[in-house]
T-cell receptor, first 113, second 113 residues
Framework: EAQVTQNPRYLITVTGKKLTVTCSQN?????MSWYRQDPGLGLRQIYY???????DKGDVPEGYKVSRKEKRNFPLILESPSPNQTSLYFC????????????FGPGTRLTVL | GENVEQHPSTLSVQEGDSAVIKCTYS??????FPWYKQELGKRPQLIID?????GEKKDQRIAVTLNKTAKHFSLHITETQPEDSAVYFC????????????FGAGTRLAVHP
């Protein structure tokens, strides 16, 4: 089954404790991205990747890191989480670029205390 | 960079009525405009998209229109049904080779039986 998976689905952590949210897709998609969803603000792109070892900043990259060492995986790293990073995070992938259908993962609800 | 504004933020209609959601964008070079539907607690899913070489696209009860001169595009849902109740997001693909996808803030549509 074609899908995008994220782990964990829910996470409660404390300020400053490094965490990683994993994202994996099995559709051989080149383009992957991370979004955060906050009430009244819609989906805001954090980082995106056009292919292995090619990543770039989205609109709200501050406080986040990503890597793309393999085509299927695109982890999101919060090295020192802060309460303003409490949000619902979605990973997405698409064929080739942002001009094609984005397939979203199930979401990760993160709470930073 | 691109900026997308979406209106209204909430919309309430009676079953069988039509619903219209409008988005404006700032970058005249943007050329791809998707619409995503997010049901409560679920991930966003693409429902329809349009590219800048097309003025209108229809898929059963859903249609999207694009006015490049005015830099706005709209989602039209006819004969609304309770299962159309969801949050709808418009988006525009940032041009200039950056491959960003910029979303509007979302419209919560409620269809009352």
């Amino acid at each position: 089954e074609a899908q995008v998976t994220q782990n964990p689905r829910y996470l409660i952590t404390v300020t400053g404790k490094k965490l990683t949210v994993t994202c994996s897709q099995n559709m051989n998609h080149e383009y992957m991205s991370w979004y955060r969803q906050d009430p009244g603000l819609g989906l805001r792109q954090i980082y995106y990747s056009m292919n292995v070892e090619v990543t770039d900043k989205g609109d709200v990259p501050e406080g986040y890191k990503v890597s793309r060492k393999e085509k299927r995986n695109f982890p999101l790293i919060l090295e020192s989480p802060s309460p303003n990073q409490t949000s619902l995070y979605f990973c997405a992938s698409s064929f080739r670029d942002s001009y094609n259908e984005q397939f979203f993962g199930p979401g990760t609800r993160l709470t930073v205390l | 960079g691109e900026n997308v504004e979406q209106h209204p933020s909430t919309l309430s209609v009676q079953e069988g009525d039509s619903a219209v959601i409008k988005c404006t964008y700032s970058d005249s070079a943007s050329n791809y405009f998707p619409w995503y539907k997010q049901e409560l607690g679920k991930r966003p899913q693409l429902i329809i998209d349009i590219r800048s070489n097309v003025g209108e696209k229809k898929d059963q009860r859903i249609a999207v229109t694009l006015n490049k001169t005015a830099k706005h595009f709209s989602l039209h849902i006819t004969e609304t049904q309770p299962e159309d109740s969801a949050v709808y997001f418009c988006a525009a693909a940032d041009s200039g080779g950056y491959n960003k996808l910029i979303f509007g803030a979302g419209t919560r549509l409620a269809v009352h039986p």
